[in-house]
């Protein structure tokens, strides 16, 4: 338990919104945020791959409740996965003159409905670009960008560097199992992430909080 709970307000907000994150992960999320807040005071949270905002809600609420800022990063053309043709490809994200997906508008408008337009700071951009231009230090962040093995790989050679010792990382859609899931999270962040030192403090789901020990 933390010292805080997920406001029912926004947890709607979150269980309305399209995206990939279950109600039992984005809680554990919010969890995982207010436990960095407190280990890493004054850090704030990042957030790679926000889609329409769903998992986004959460840690703003963390974020609110704690007093800190979530950078949502993301360039909103969608993943591989959400291309057409693909399994994760939803029609109504497609900008009809550009025929290309575009979540920006969709990301907006979740942030407004949830009234965090304080707290988040949407960056879109590619994530390793941004994170090539980086200076803050990382309260958490929440990796859930692009599942291919390059893009998952780039993530975490990109981001890696850029964590402190009291820094909280959080990866989704961990699939130690392949029959569950692609590999390319677990195989390409998690298990470089304990071979750098990092120790999993928690799981719900393909959910995994790290932190070093
Ligand atoms: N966290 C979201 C789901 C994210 S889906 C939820 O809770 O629902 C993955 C997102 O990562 C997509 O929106 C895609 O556009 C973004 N993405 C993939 N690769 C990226 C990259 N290299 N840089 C920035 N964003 C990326
Ligand atoms: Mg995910």
Redesign the pocket.
Known sequence: MTKFAMPDELKSVALT?????PEEE?DALFDAACSAADRFPGANFV??????G???VWLGAAARLSGLAVYA???????EE?QPGWEWHDESLVDPSTHR?D?LPHFLATIDRAHLGDVVRPIV????AVAARWQEPIGLIFI????GRE?AR??WESWSPLLDERSTLVI?DVFEDERLGGRAPFEEIYQPAIAKGLVEVSRTGSLRVLQFG
């Open positions: 919104t399209k995206g990939f994150m984005g957030e790679i791959g926000s889609y329409c769903r998992s986004t990063v993301d360039h909103h053309g969608g993943s959400n997906i979540t951009d590619e994530s390793s859930d960008g692009g599942h893009v780039r993530d989704h």
